[in-house]
């Protein structure tokens, strides 16, 4: 992989990840780009204790435009996009309308975000520093993750690696998300095939919760939580959907989601940047495989968020463990999930499919 950094219009940085045979000069941002005014906002909620990113700016940012007017194809005669060259393999950067960025810094008046809560705190806040970037998976426009090439996604992977490699030395970032909503029944706003990376300046509620969880089994048996919940899938199998030589995709007993895939690598390590080449290598064909059954059990294109769960970049390598999330948005052909009353307002999920059965069939959508 070669990574060559450059610098769009407005300040953003751009790096562009080629395969080792392509020797790239960065052809220069040629738009006349303003500044976004990308002051975002951390406000804490004292009553679950949690941080919300309060990001106004983002109400006008890009809203589905037309094949023609795509900011993430590369640019062409006549039609300059976000990504100056006129071909790219896979391409990240910042985003334009960033809901964390630090380039804005604000009045801090509530607790830090990573630190102890005060006595008294009511309506902390502090400025929404971190990162928010766009990664692009392909140059072409009308083709989804499951569709690349195993080369390119292998790309893909290293971009990630890198990234997180790279967000965990920011000073901002106390965490780092590499995701991607996909399809329009879950709200992408951009068809490009494309994913996103938060470095956020806080650890996620989810994160923080699993890190309470691994803590109080470590206290309970001495063991490592995430090392046994994957040798308990390994074991069982009855919801292992599959297996490759490095990594285990099955459905989790408690899926939450009628169609759940957790993706766990058979040897944990704390998050992409700590991957083995074999592990990496072997993901970029296992994530191809998972991200395409959604699409082949429902016999057509289906609505999917797919999330990299890391360890935060300032604790510990047993703390937390590297997986991946991904769960679609369907529970049949022609019905969506909806999160309504009791997911959204207690959190409490109800799962129309029992997590065996979704297993049996993601496992016959090979
Ligand atoms: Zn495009």
Avoid at 21 to 30: F, G, L
Avoid at 160 to 169: G, K, N, P, Q, V
Avoid at 254 to 278: C, G, K, M, Q, T
Wanted: a negative charge.
């Amino acid at each position: 992989m070669n990574r060559t950094t450059t610098t769009l219009a407005d300040g953003r940085e751009l790096h562009y990840y080629d395969g080792a045979s392509r020797v790239r000069r960065p052809a220069p941002d040629q738009r006349p780009l303003e500044q976004v005014g990308a002051r975002s906002e951390l406000r804490f909620d004292p009553v679950l204790e949690e941080w919300v990113i309060v990001a106004g700016h983002r109400q006008g940012r890009t809203h589905r435009p037309s094949a023609g007017d795509c900011p993430l194809c590369p640019s062409g005669e006549g039609r300059l996009t976000e990504v100056p060259a006129d071909d790219y393999d896979v391409v990240v950067f910042e985003n334009r309308f960033p809901a964390l960025s630090g380039r804005e810094p604000g009045l801090a008046t509530g607790p830090t975000p990573s630190g102890p809560v005060p006595p008294v705190v009511l309506d902390g806040s502090r400025p929404g520093v971190g990162r928010c970037e766009v990664v692009c998976f392909t140059p072409e426009h009308d083709v989804a993750f499951a569709d690349l090439s195993r080369s390119q996604a292998e790309l893909v992977v290293d971009a990630w690696r890198d990234r997180t490699e790279a967000l965990s030395a920011d000073p901002s970032v106390e965490q780092v998300f590499c995701f991607e909503n996909h399809g329009v029944d879950i709200g992408v706003t951009l068809e490009h095939p494309h994913g996103q990376i938060y470095g956020y300046p806080f650890v996620t509620p989810r994160t923080r919760q699993a890190m309470a969880s691994a803590e109080g089994y470590h206290q309970r048996t001495g063991r490592n939580l995430f090392d046994d919940v994957l040798a308990r899938e390994r074991a069982d199998a009855s919801r292992v959907v599959l297996e490759s030589a490095e990594w285990t995709a099955f459905v989790p007993h408690a899926a939450r989601w009628p169609f759940e895939i957790h993706l766990y690598p058979n040897h944990r390590v704390r998050d992409l940047a700590h991957l083995s080449d074999a592990q990496a290598k072997d993901l970029a064909g296992v994530s191809l495989d998972v991200m395409g059954r959604f699409e082949r059990l429902f016999d057509g294109p289906s609505a999917y968020v797919a999330g990299w769960h890391q360890t935060p970049t300032r604790a510990g390598d047993d703390d937390m463990a590297l997986h991946l999330e991904v769960f679609t948005v369907r529970r049949a052909a022609d019905k969506l999930k909806y999160l309504a009353g009791s997911e959204s307002g207690m959190g409490a999920f109800t799962n129309d499919v029992v997590p065996e059965e979704a297993a049996r069939r993601l496992r016959a959508a090979a």
